[in-house]
Nanobody, 124 residues
């Protein structure tokens, strides 16, 4: 089974940028959809962005559109989340996850493979 590991979290001032990476233990040919979710303390897990490995189509939640960019490097079995113009509300534990199709990409219950998360803290 594929395992996912996230990297790149940290603390940054508001307005700054971070790039998260999600590395798969092997190729994810069986999984078209790779996604980023986040969970802040006391809040439910929230979908952030996803990308279709087959088509390259990307999907974003409204709050990050224009600020975050999801991409992948299939040769490195790695997905990225470039986060710009970070705000304190972006503070959360960020997870990557994967599933077979991009349908209902924003429904966390449909994902069976998750990383352990990387913390992003945006300072005021």
């Amino acid at each position: 089974q594929v395992q996912l590991v996230e990297y790149g979290g940290g603390s940054v001032q508001a307005g700054g940028s971070l790039r998260l990476s999600c590395v798969a233990s092997r190729d994810t040919l069986d999984y078209d959809c790779v996604a980023w979710f986040r969970q802040a303390p006391g809040k439910e897990r929230e979908a952030v962005a996803s990308i279709s490995s087959l088509t390259g189509l990307t999907f974003y939640t409204d709050s990050v559109k224009g600020r975050f960019t999801v991409s992948e490097d299939k040769g490195k079995d790695t997905m990225y989340l470039q986060m710009n113009s970070l705000q304190p509300d972006d503070t959360a534990l960020y997870y990557c996850a994967t599933k077979s199709t991009v349908e209902d990409w924003d429904v966390s219950a449909l994902y069976t493979i998750w990383g352990r998360g990387t913390q992003v803290t945006v300072l005021t």
